[in-house]
Every structure is written in C-alpha cells, then in structure tokens.
C-alpha cells in the first residue's frame, strides 16, 4: 500500500477516534435534565433525565420517594429546602433495583427509610450503594406525616419480588414503578419479573381509589392506562404460552405472535423482540411439557 495512502487512512482512523471520545465526553458532561411539577395540592413529581420520583410536601416534612442517585438527591433535598422550607422526613424505596434507590445516603440523617421486607435483604446482600431501610413492611403500611399519608402496598410479585405501589389518597394518585407504563411497552426483556404474576399485580392496582397514575417512567396517565397495559402483558402472556406449547421457537413466535393493536406504544418496533424473548424465557422456566 502506498505510504501516502496508509498515512490518509492512519489520518482518517485518528480523526474519527477524536469524534468518537469527543461526542462521549460531551455526553458525559451534558447536564441531567432535572424538574419538579406540581401533579395535585402538595404532592410533587421530581424527574431526573428518564427517571421519577415523586414527594409530598407537609406541614411537618417531607415524605419523599426514590432517591434515583446521590446527585440527584443531593439536587433535590436543596430544592425542598429552598422551595418549601422542609426536610425530608421520610423516603420510601419502591423496590430494591439500583437505578431507582441510589443515593439514600444523602437523606439518612433527617429521614426514616422504608421499604418491602424483601427489598431490605437484597439491598444488603447485593451491597446496594443507598441507605439500608430503617423500617420494612410485608404487606401494608400507612405512613401519616403532618395531617397527610400515604399508603403503601405490596401486590404480590412483579417487575421485582419486592416492589410495592404508593397510594396517595387525598391526591387520588398511585406511584407505580417499572412494572406499569402509559403507552409504552415494557422494559425490553422483562429483567427480574414473574409471570403471570405481574399480571395479577396490575389488577391489583386497579382495585385501588385513583384518578392520576405516576410512573417511575414517562408521562402521567390515569386507571385505564393500567388496564391498557394489563392487557399488553395477557395477550403476550397469552400467545408465548400457546406458541410453546405448540413447539414454537421464540424465533418462529417473534414471526407470528400479533400486537398489532399496540402499534402506537414507545418502544414497539424496538423492545417487542425482546418482550417475546424475556417472556419465552419465563413461560419456558415456569411450564413442564410432556
């Protein structure tokens, strides 16, 4: 190969190189997209990039939710306090994944953490980096703050075997995380989850007396979006199971199972793949053919 040439190419790779880390390094240095909206009277919804969290301000503190990071936790106990004159006098883990929960350290020294018995043990055996719950629970719990509470609910085994659904019942408002989405697929291959039982928990939360349903991710939407989604997971559910029990293989099913009707859902064309997969690799974990 002629010198030149090697030396246009070698020039070519380095410069694309310089890109490549110089667009990282932006990314990595673009500030996080950070808000806190006003969802009904003194009960807040605080966003960190995709992320939420939500917190209801009283008299006598703050119960807060997900701390989502230390940064983020950081940002937002200086919110509260510049914003209501408060502190955080409560924070409730909606369950034990990482993403959520980091950062509980930052409020341990004015808040009394709470969390699902089951959260509390894998927070600690996996060493999560956030505050380790001072209280759990293993069904129900109220917590009454200032005039105000919020009830706490476990209901059953979902996207976790330990996360729970925050009523706020004054608010009429459920705080639900991961495993209810408002026109949006599921989290690509259903990491960490049970089926059908994820099922049975969204009924669950439509038992519940709610107007506004906060997710952990996207907009707000209302009961129906529960049910919608509900009825996303049963007709997947559905079609992988009579697929396996005819022999298919997830290849085949990812050619003929039918969620046309969701069409207009985020992620359809990019996570419904993975929806077959995870949900092959559940039913096929849970069935004993002949």
């Given at each position: 190969m002629p010198r030149t040439l090697t030396t246009w190419i070698a020039g070519a790779l380095t410069a694309a190189l310089a890109l490549a880390l110089a667009a990282e390094a932006g990314a990595q240095s673009k500030p996080?997209?950070?808000?806190?909206t006003q969802i009904r009277g003194?009960?807040?919804?605080?966003q960190n990039n995709f992320h939420f969290s939500v917190f209801l301000v009283t008299p006598e503190g703050v119960i807060a939710t997900d701390p989502i990071d230390a940064d983020a936790a950081t940002w937002l106990e200086n919110e509260i306090r510049a914003r209501f004159g408060q502190e955080i006098r409560y924070v409730v883990y909606s369950h034990d994944h990482r993403d959520h929960i980091a950062g509980g350290e930052v409020w341990e020294d004015t808040a009394v953490v709470v969390a699902h018995e089951n959260a509390k043990q894998v927070i600690v055996g996996e060493k999560?980096?956030?505050?380790?719950?001072d209280i759990t629970f293993t069904d129900r719990m109220t917590i009454e703050l200032g005039g105000k509470r919020v009830e706490l609910h476990y209901p059953g085994r979902s996207h976790s075997d330990n996360l729970i659904v925050m009523h706020f019942p004054e608010e009429r408002t459920v705080f639900t995380v991961d495993f209810v989405s408002v026109g949006?697929?599921?989290?690509?291959?259903?990491?960490?989850?049970?089926?059908?039982?994820?099922?049975?928990?969204?009924r669950f939360v439509e038992g519940l007396d709610f107007d506004i349903l906060a997710p952990g991710h996207g907009p707000l939407g209302k009961k129906s979006d529960a049910a919608e989604h509900r009825a996303y997971i049963e007709s997947l559910y559905r079609q992988v199971l009579s697929g396996a029990r005819a022999g298919k293989t997830v290849e085949e099913l990812k050619q003929t199972i039918d969620m046309a009707e969701f069409r207009g859902?985020?992620?359809y064309d990019a996570w419904l793949?993975?929806?077959?997969?995870?949900?092959?690799?559940?039913?096929?974990?849970?069935r004993r053919g002949n």
């Open positions: 996080p997209t950070r808000a806190i003194d009960l807040y919804r605080f999560r980096p956030t505050a380790v719950p949006r697929l599921p989290y690509q291959n259903f990491p960490d989850s049970y089926m059908p039982d994820w099922i049975d928990a969204i859902w985020g992620q793949p993975l929806n077959i997969e995870g949900m092959y690799q559940r039913v096929q974990a849970n």
